[in-house]
């Protein structure tokens, strides 16, 4: 039988706890995002993040914006032609076409990215062009460079004497071999004395800033594995792989084999991790765990690393092989190299 007594208790008491958490959602969600005022940084991958840092800084320390900051920052090795890992001067698939890969995302979830691009010195603006202008995530190969041309980037050949050298000397034994923090030893012996040793020792740079609004934003760039198969994509433009950004909670990037950190949706995963209230240090170690549980023989010979920030402006790193590095800029200090912790010593 139906009893209006318990009924109208039972209706009371709903409303009431109904309204304790609407009330309790007033002061959280608003709370999540009150870091305004904070503490500008921003971090990347490799000691080459160092000058890029230094011009992410310059956005960053007159109150700009974290996407802007992250843009400006890769744009550095991008256009370096030293760094045969990224950008102008990258070394070649086994093909001899330098094929470039990036992806950018803001504070809002906002990303854009591009993969197999040819002849654009800087993919990082293209990706950040695919966000702003198209309904679109990604754009490849024949595609990308479509868009770019038509949004005013300029065609120019990014295969330098220096890497062109290399990848014939490569072509004598077409060995693909790829070495921890080193894509190739044959660099070393196509050109030792125009090439220092330690440009062959790093691939992409990822970078995370976090700007004076308390907004988050990554940049992830990378002319991929040296020597790949034509057509080859890594981690470094997907998003999620090789980079994430959660606004509520942090950012991630990734540097290494890609194959491994896709399997794993790495970067999202160290985000996730540090929403359950991990360390950004600890999330990228138990990242790199997974790979090292479910492939161990394998991540005995390659190196994957993560490298992660959190709405505070704390961040850390940790990779599978010894050698990883990044560097740190901040107000107080602007090339800071700080060694990442690793698995294998």
């Given at each position: 039988?139906?009893?209006?007594?318990?009924?109208?208790?039972?209706?009371?008491?709903?409303?009431?706890?109904?309204?304790?958490?609407?009330?309790?959602?007033?002061?959280?969600?608003p709370a999540q995002n009150s870091t305004?005022?904070?503490?500008?940084?921003?971090?990347?991958?490799?000691?080459?993040?160092?000058?890029?840092?230094?011009?992410?800084?310059?956005?960053?320390?007159?109150?700009?914006?974290?996407?802007?900051?992250?843009?400006?920052?890769?744009?550095?090795?991008?256009?370096?032609?030293?760094?045969?890992?990224?950008?102008?001067?990258?070394?070649?698939?086994?093909?001899?076409?330098?094929?470039?890969?990036?992806?950018?995302?803001?504070?809002?979830?906002?990303?854009?990215?591009?993969?197999?691009?040819?002849?654009?010195?800087?993919?990082?603006?293209?990706?950040?062009?695919?966000?702003?202008?198209?309904?679109?995530?990604?754009?490849?190969?024949?595609?990308?460079?479509?868009?770019?041309?038509?949004?005013?980037?300029?065609?120019?050949?990014?295969?330098?004497?220096?890497?062109?050298?290399?990848?014939?000397?490569?072509?004598?034994?077409?060995?693909?071999?790829?070495?921890?923090?080193?894509?190739?030893?044959?660099?070393?012996?196509?050109?030792p004395k125009t090439l220092p040793g330690?440009?062959?020792?790093?691939?992409?740079?990822?970078?995370?800033?976090?700007?004076?609004?308390?907004?988050?934003?990554?940049?992830?760039?990378?002319?991929?594995?040296?020597?790949?198969?034509?057509?080859?994509?890594?981690?470094?433009?997907?998003?999620?792989?090789?980079?994430?950004?959660?606004?509520?909670?942090?950012?991630?990037?990734?540097?290494?084999?890609?194959?491994?950190?896709?399997?794993?949706?790495?970067?999202?995963?160290?985000?996730?991790?540090?929403?359950?209230?991990?360390?950004?240090?600890?999330?990228?170690?138990?990242?790199?765990?997974?790979?090292?549980?479910?492939?161990?023989?394998?991540?005995?010979?390659?190196?994957?690393?993560?490298?992660?920030?959190?709405?505070?402006?704390?961040?850390?790193?940790?990779?599978?092989?010894?050698?990883?590095?990044?560097?740190?800029?901040?107000?107080?200090?602007?090339?800071?190299?700080?060694?990442?912790?690793?698995?294998?010593?």
């Amino acid at each position: 039988m139906f009893d209006r007594r318990k009924f109208i208790k039972a209706t009371t008491l709903s409303a009431t706890l109904l309204a304790i958490n609407k009330k309790s959602f007033g002061t959280v969600l608003p709370a999540q995002n009150s870091t305004a005022g904070a503490k500008p940084i921003v971090i990347s991958t490799w000691d080459f993040g160092i000058p890029a840092n230094k011009e992410a800084w310059k956005v960053l320390s007159s109150g700009g914006k974290a996407i802007d900051a992250v843009e400006q920052g890769v744009r550095v090795p991008e256009a370096d032609p030293t760094n045969q890992t990224v950008g102008y001067g990258g070394m070649p698939d086994r093909d001899g076409h330098v094929t470039l890969d990036a992806c950018i995302m803001d504070e809002l979830g906002n990303c854009g990215s591009v993969a197999g691009l040819e002849h654009i010195v800087h993919p990082i603006s293209v990706a950040r062009m695919v966000m702003k202008k198209t309904p679109h995530v990604m754009l490849v190969g024949d595609g990308a460079l479509q868009f770019a041309l038509e949004n005013g980037f300029k065609k120019e050949n990014l295969l330098t004497p220096e890497s062109e050298k290399a990848w014939k000397e490569w072509l004598k034994t077409a060995r693909y071999e790829p070495v921890m923090n080193i894509e190739n030893k044959q660099y070393e012996k196509a050109a030792p004395k125009t090439l220092p040793g330690n440009q062959y020792n790093h691939d992409t740079i990822g970078m995370l800033a976090l700007d004076s609004k308390g907004n988050l934003s990554g940049a992830c760039t990378t002319s991929g594995m040296a020597f790949k198969l034509h057509g080859r994509v890594g981690d470094s433009p997907l998003i999620g792989a090789g980079l994430y950004i959660d606004n509520e909670v942090g950012g991630a990037t990734s540097t290494g084999v890609g194959e491994e950190i896709i399997r794993n949706v790495g970067s999202f995963l160290v985000v996730e991790l540090m929403r359950q209230g991990y360390t950004p240090e600890d999330a990228c170690k138990e990242a790199v765990m997974r790979i090292i549980k479910k492939k161990p023989d394998t991540a005995k010979k390659i190196q994957v690393g993560f490298l992660a920030l959190n709405k505070k402006g704390e961040y850390g790193a940790y990779a599978i092989q010894s050698g990883f590095s990044y560097a740190v800029c901040t107000a107080e200090k602007d090339d800071l190299l700080i060694p990442g912790k690793s698995y294998y010593k």
